[in-house]
């Protein structure tokens, strides 16, 4: 830090000397018009002379010439003036505006710099990034840094009484394909995530060679939610298993870019999630995360990109709130988020309507609310990794994820 300091004020000091030199030349130095044609009447004149010694031109010839550009040599003096620049000539002033050049920079760099960071070429960045992406920790590693899995304290006792004799079941009858898959399901919808990815990973052994892109798209994300949003290297091997069968598979190729952007290669995730955007549906779990994200990583892989204007209320409805009291607006606020709350607590509905809950939950500080939501959400998306990850998302935004 020393070193770039000393550095850095070597420079500026260079810098000051230079600037102070030119506004003091500035304020002295004079513009002379038609001196341009004095050196080219001049360079006419030993054009003659040269001529003449090599004896390409007549004597008589030479003379008339040589009175001719000594003419127009006197009448372009007689026309050149003299005109001083307009420029700072106060030392005072120079030394001010040179002085508040150099602390402006100073300080708009102590902004936005990085003083002491070391400079980090491409070849540089593309190691540091491979050798994050090698030495990811394994999926038991992560897990087992994980605290005990303890069920919600809002889970019905119904609910975990069943998943507790699904689980004897299953322990004493582990080849029995349709109780994995139950089980699968269950433990996931419950948030017990490290239990389903077991329960998945059997699922594909007795399946075998018949196991489908959407089993092992299940196990990735299993293993991801487990890991608290990590890919790991074993979690990476289901997706890639997922893309072997089914190349366009959704949810896997979104998490192939979240790996890419764990790992520092955010140039890899781009073109992956860009194409997700561009596909569709607005309905798709994984849009909201993109398009709450891409920006930032098109941003920081150098790819220009400008992420396109969130829709929102019309100017109509922009108008009508406007006019209204803080008090009047809040109340609007409440009633439209309680109805969309009672609605899709009674009786369903699609993710987006649920992401949107949550996050207008989690703007609105109800956060019992949320969670609940949430929690009523997980049950009704239970076993659909791409619903749950997009709820995981607005749960993580609103502050009610665990």
């Known amino acids: 830090m020393i ?45 003659v002379d040269r001529d003449l010694a090599r004896g390409v031109l007549p004597v008589e010839e030479a003379g008339r010439l040589r009175i001719e550009v000594q003419r127009r040599i006197l009448d372009a003096g007689r026309s050149v003036s003299v005109k001083p620049n307009r420029a700072p000539s106060h030392p005072a002033l120079a030394a001010g505006i ?3 050049a150099l602390v402006g920079s100073g300080l708009l760099y102590q902004t936005l710099g990085a003083p002491g960071y070391p400079d980090v070429p ?3 960045r593309l190691a540091n990034a491979e050798a994050d992406y090698q030495n990811r ?16 304290a809002d889970a019905d006792k119904v609910t975990l009484d069943i998943i507790e004799k699904l689980r004897q079941a299953v322990a004493k009858r582990p080849d029995d394909l349709q109780g994995q898959i139950y089980l699968s399901q269950q433990e996931g919808g419950l948030g017990n995530f490290a239990a389903a990815r077991k329960a998945q990973q059997a699922v594909i052994r007795l399946k075998g060679a018949q196991a489908t892109a959407d089993d092992y798209a299940n196990l990735g994300v299993m293993m991801i939610y487990a890991a608290q949003g990590i890919v790991s290297p074993q979690a990476e091997a289901a997706l890639t298993e997922t893309l072997k069968r089914d190349p366009a598979q959704p949810a ?44 930032d990583i098109a941003d920081a892989a150098g790819i220009p990109y400008q992420a396109p204007q969130a829709r929102g209320p019309s100017a109509g409805d922009m108008a009508n709130a406007a006019q209204m009291s803080p ?17 899709l607590m009674g009786e369903g509905g699609a993710i987006e309507d649920w992401t949107k809950l949550i996050n207008a939950l ?9 969670k609940a939501a949430y929690a009523k959400a997980q049950a009704d998306f239970a076993g659909k990794p791409g619903e749950l990850s997009a709820l995981k998302a607005a749960a993580t935004a609103a502050g009610v994820a665990p």
């Open 3 to 47: 070193g770039f300091y000393l550095s850095a004020g070597a420079m500026a000091v260079m810098v000051g000397v230079v600037l102070l030199q030119a506004l003091r030349r500035a304020g002295a130095e004079t513009a002379q018009d038609g001196a341009e044609d004095l050196i080219i009447y001049a360079d006419q004149l030993a054009e």
């Open 327 to 343: 008090e009047d607006r809040q109340k609007m606020i409440e009633g439209m988020v309680g109805g969309l709350e009672s609605r």
């Open 362 to 370: 989690g703007v609105l500080k109800a956060t019992d609310r949320a």
């Open 98 to 100: 040179v002085a508040l």
């Open 137 to 152: 920790p394994s999926q038991d590693a992560i897990e087992a840094a994980q605290p005990a899995f303890t069920p919600p």
């Open 122 to 124: 491409i070849a540089a």
């Open 252 to 295: 896997a190729r979104f998490y192939m870019g979240l790996m890419a952007a764990q790992v520092g290669r955010p140039d890899k995730t781009f073109p992956l999630w860009k194409a997700l955007l561009d596909e569709g549906p607005d309905t798709a779990p994984w849009i909201p995360v993109i398009s709450q994200r891409l920006q």
